[in-house]
């Protein structure tokens, strides 16, 4: 799954990446949280959404579900109540990120390490998305998929992640198309380091979070 992520690319950088129309003021973001507003792509337009989808048959005040629509199941949203709609429609999405988050379970110590992915040329991609709307509450949640075995020991899951180039194909195919887009989509160079355990608060929004850790490994007597 993907619960946080990091976008610090300059605005205007992204305007040229994904060859948006419009520039939208934001700041840089190294600690993403679900709930909160952050830049979305949709076509040619770039604006600002709340992170967590908000089903069509859902109130807007709900905060509770949107918290657990921050992903979706790439292989089911074609049939989930939640999803069908904007699956069926065509809303879909690009969410610009430098990388993201996962944390990873010891199953000795039942504790978890958290873990920073990116790229390893550095350049910024899009988790593809599907989005919704309510009045003028536009929310959306990242399409996930089983993850790669590059990456499968830290989580099974991982988030859609589309090129700056792929934007194009990814809003104009049809649902199979856009299916085989999420198919092939892989994270064959993506690079992970440990970091600290202070990325778990969402008050941590500096570049401390995605610093490298040391972890210590545990010492037995036997």
Same mark, same amino acid.
């Given at each position: ?7 610090? *690319? &300059?605005?205007h950088k992204l305007k040229d990446l994904f060859g948006t129309g419009n520039l ?11 709930? /909160?507003?952050? %830049? ?21 005040? *709900? ?17 989930? %109540? ?23 379970? !010891? ?20 988790? @593809? ?6 009045? *003028? ?11 790669? &075995?590059?990456? @499968? ?11 700056? !180039? ?11 198309? &856009? @299916?085989?887009?999420? /198919?092939?989509?892989?994270?064959? *160079? ?7 355990? !202070?990325?778990?608060?969402? &008050?941590? !929004?500096?570049e401390a979070p995605i610093a490298p850790v040391t972890i210590m490994q545990q010492q037995t007597m036997?």
């Amino acid at each position: 799954m993907c619960g946080r992520y990091t976008l610090y *690319d &300059a605005p205007h950088k992204l305007k040229d990446l994904f060859g948006t129309g419009n520039l939208p003021n934001f700041g840089a973001r190294y600690n993403a949280a679900p709930l /909160q507003e952050m %830049p979305v792509i949709v076509k040619n337009k770039m604006g600002i959404a709340r992170w967590g989808f908000l089903p069509p048959w859902a109130h807007e005040d *709900d905060h509770g579900l949107c918290a657990k629509m921050i992903n979706a199941r790439s292989e089911t949203v074609a049939d989930k %109540p939640s999803f069908i709609e904007s699956w069926q429609k065509g809303r879909r999405c690009l969410i610009p990120a430098n990388g993201y988050y996962e944390w990873q379970k !010891d199953e000795t110590s039942k504790q978890k390490q958290p873990y920073y992915i990116t790229s390893s040329r550095h350049d910024c991609f899009a988790f @593809a998305g599907l989005w919704s709307k309510h009045n *003028d509450l536009v929310t959306f949640t990242i399409l996930t998929k089983e993850a790669d &075995a590059a990456i @499968a020991h830290l989580h099974h899951r991982m988030p859609i992640m589309l090129s700056p !180039d792929e934007k194009e194909d990814w809003f104009t195919a049809n649902t199979e198309g &856009a @299916a085989a887009i999420i /198919q092939s989509a892989h994270g064959k *160079d993506l690079v992970f380091h440990p970091v600290s355990d !202070d990325v778990g608060k969402v &008050a941590n !929004d500096s570049e401390a979070p995605i610093a490298p850790v040391t972890i210590m490994q545990q010492q037995t007597m036997f």
